[in-house]
């Protein structure tokens, strides 16, 4: 009987271990930003900041309890980190219309 009421409590006590924040999709979306290249684009840089700040921010709402506003701030950072990657993605196509904006030009001009 001693044995059951050891058992039971270590389980009881396991179920109310506190779970960590998931944050695997937000750190995945910033790495996407990251390898789009938003570190060199102002708008996305400055997107994946504010990514990173938040992602900060709800580790530290959700340490303190507040678990529905650190999974908020979560939403905030990961939808920021791919404003940045789609922003980063944005500036390259525009380079790569515009190169070929102007290899028409000169094709067109040498006729």
Same mark, same amino acid.
């Given at each position: 009987?001693?044995?059951?009421?050891?058992?039971? +409590?270590?389980?009881a006590?396991?179920? +109310?271990?506190?779970?960590?924040?998931?944050?695997?999709?937000?750190?995945? =979306?910033?790495?996407? =930003?990251?390898?789009?290249?938003?570190? &060199?684009?102002?708008?996305?840089?400055l997107?994946?900041?504010?990514?990173k700040?938040?992602?900060?921010?709800?580790?530290?709402?959700? &340490?303190?309890?507040?678990?529905?506003?650190?999974?908020?701030?979560?939403?905030?950072?990961?939808? &920021?980190?791919?404003? =940045?990657?789609?922003?980063?993605? =944005?500036?390259?196509?525009?380079?790569?219309?515009?190169?070929?904006?102007?290899?028409?030009?000169?094709?067109?001009?040498?006729?």
């Amino acid at each position: 009987m001693h044995r059951s009421i050891l058992l039971f +409590c270590a389980l009881a006590a396991a179920g +109310c271990a506190k779970k960590e924040l998931t944050t695997d999709s937000t750190t995945t =979306a910033q790495r996407s =930003a990251e390898t789009a290249g938003a570190q &060199d684009v102002p708008q996305a840089a400055l997107a994946l900041q504010l990514s990173k700040e938040n992602l900060a921010r709800a580790q530290e709402l959700y &340490d303190d309890g507040d678990e529905d506003e650190a999974k908020s701030m979560l939403m905030r950072a990961e939808a &920021d980190a791919e404003l =940045a990657a789609v922003l980063a993605k =944005a500036e390259d196509e525009k380079t790569m219309a515009t190169t070929a904006m102007e290899e028409v030009r000169k094709v067109q001009s040498a006729h």
